[in-house]
């Protein structure tokens, strides 16, 4: 673990240089790369998702006091504390602090806790921010092994994840549990099928013969500072509750679209018929959502929309149901093939993650001008298979490449997407890089023992 290990020598010497102190230990949580199996997972369904070597590394010092000192390596990001026994979370601010916070108060509120220990952290991550890749949950998760271990408190990784998933929607994003569940849940040289209620991961074996390439946009996308994911969220909420109602199911009990495949106990294929039959391409206004339900529009915007979609106008019901039923079938095909291992094994991994970006691209509508390109771009060069991974509008690309066109590979999509264009004027977010499941991922708690002494005071 060379590079890491160096890391946590500079993070090390930052820290004595911030706060004059030693770090009493370390935490991390790697990022993610979503394979196939976008915006299901706040559905009820399965994702198929890997970590990434890139992470969220934290140096930590409890201190007597009770404030919560939180530093950046990153410049951009400015200095924050807080009282330990007040924390704030502004959801109209998506703000970096906010994301640790949210992990601190789940391990707070889930412990029942006032009175807690101050501390001094000092972040870092070379995860791409708002990339796609999950920065933010990572410092979610990050922050809430970082408190946990504060407080000498114990938790399963499956507690933690549903702790960290809960906590991070205190800053407004209705996510589902992917990004959370695989920070903590990943092992090295798999990648996981994550399941929900109750949460489980079961290990994929990814072709040998192919590796995944994942490449950023260079546009960001912050779901936190936009509504079009909450958006995406109340759009399946209400698809379930029309579908639902279609079939005469208890419509205001029901949250999410598994739930009406559960409760009729159909194939999802059938489920696509029953959207077929049940709702229609237009897009649905308020009013028609609330004449099909019977309730008022108060009612709609007060007990069933989140707060800040209570203004949208248009609700696409169809195409997002659409979407995810047929991407929840892909997920399930997906780990099938990777199962058979059959010949043409990665050709036809790289069938179903192509459907899965048509998907995004044309019902879910959340990918975007350059992400198209890029994957277009990626086909183009020897990838069998390439989408948008990530909650999209931006954000990276991942494709699966067979092994021997690596090289060539990487070289013309550098040249194809980051040199012919302006986007060369944005070396800092250009990211292209082959991974593989695993690697050394596993979220973990380092202690400072092992650390060369260079500091005089040191007494770790």
């Not at 890391?7 to 010497?13: N, P, Q």
């Not at 960290?164 to 996981?192: H, N, P, V």
């Not at 099938?336 to 990665?346: F, H, L, S, T, Y």
């Not at 090289?407 to 040249?415: I, Q």
Request: negative net charge.
């Amino acid at each position: 673990m060379p590079v890491l290990y160096d890391r946590l020598l500079k993070l090390k010497e930052m820290f004595n240089s911030k706060f004059g102190s030693i770090p009493k230990f370390y935490v991390r949580a790697p990022g993610r790369v979503n394979i196939i199996g976008e915006h299901i997972d706040y559905c009820g369904y399965s994702v198929l998702p890997m970590a990434v070597e890139q992470d969220m590394l934290i140096a930590v010092e409890p201190v007597k006091t009770h404030t919560l000192q939180l530093a950046n390596t990153n410049p951009l990001y400015p200095d924050f504390s807080t009282s330990a026994n007040n924390v704030q979370i502004d959801k109209t601010k998506p703000l970096w602090h906010n994301y640790f916070l949210c992990g601190f108060k789940g391990i707070q509120e889930h412990f029942g806790l006032s009175d807690l220990t101050g501390m001094n952290c000092l972040v870092d991550g070379n995860i791409p921010p708002s990339s796609g890749l999950s920065s933010s949950s990572a410092l979610v998760c990050c922050a809430g092994l970082v408190t946990l271990t504060v407080l000498g408190m114990n938790l399963s990784k499956v507690e933690l994840a549903e702790i960290c998933t809960k906590s991070e929607r205190y800053i407004g994003t209705e996510g589902g549990g992917m990004d959370q569940s695989i920070s903590f849940l990943a092992e090295e040289g798999t990648a996981k099928l994550i399941e929900f209620s109750p949460l489980r991961a079961t290990d994929v074996k990814l072709p040998s013969g192919a590796v995944f390439v994942i490449a950023h946009s260079c546009v960001e996308m912050n779901k936190a500072a936009t509504s079009h994911f909450n958006i995406r969220v109340m759009e399946c909420r209400l698809a379930a509750k029309l579908l639902a109602k279609s079939k005469s199911l208890p419509w205001d009990k029901v949250l999410r679209l598994e739930e009406v495949q559960a409760r009729l106990r159909v194939s999802l294929e059938e489920m696509l018929l029953i959207t077929e039959d049940a709702l229609h391409p237009e897009p649905y206004s308020p009013e028609e959502v609330c004449s099909c339900l019977g309730i008022s529009l108060q009612e709609l915007r007060t007990q069933i929309l989140s707060p800040n979609t209570q203004d949208v106008l248009i609700f696409k019901l169809y195409q997002r149901a659409k979407h995810v039923y047929s991407e929840a079938a892909r997920v399930l095909q997906f780990k099938k093939i990777c199962e058979e291992a059959p010949d043409n094994m990665v050709q036809l991994l790289g069938e179903l993650m192509n459907q899965s970006h048509v998907s995004c691209r044309d019902m879910y509508e959340c990918s975007c001008p350059e992400l198209d390109q890029l994957v277009d771009i990626c086909r183009k060069f020897g990838a069998q298979g390439s989408r948008l991974t990530g909650a999209g509008w931006g954000g990276c690309t991942v494709s699966i490449v067979p092994a021997d066109k690596l090289p060539s590979f990487l070289a013309n999509v550098h040249e194809a997407y980051y040199q012919r264009s302006d986007r060369s004027l944005a070396p800092e977010k250009q990211s292209l890089f082959a991974t593989k499941p695993g690697g050394e991922n596993q979220i973990s708690a380092l202690t400072t023992s092992g650390l060369p002494r260079k500091q005089t005071n040191s007494n770790n």
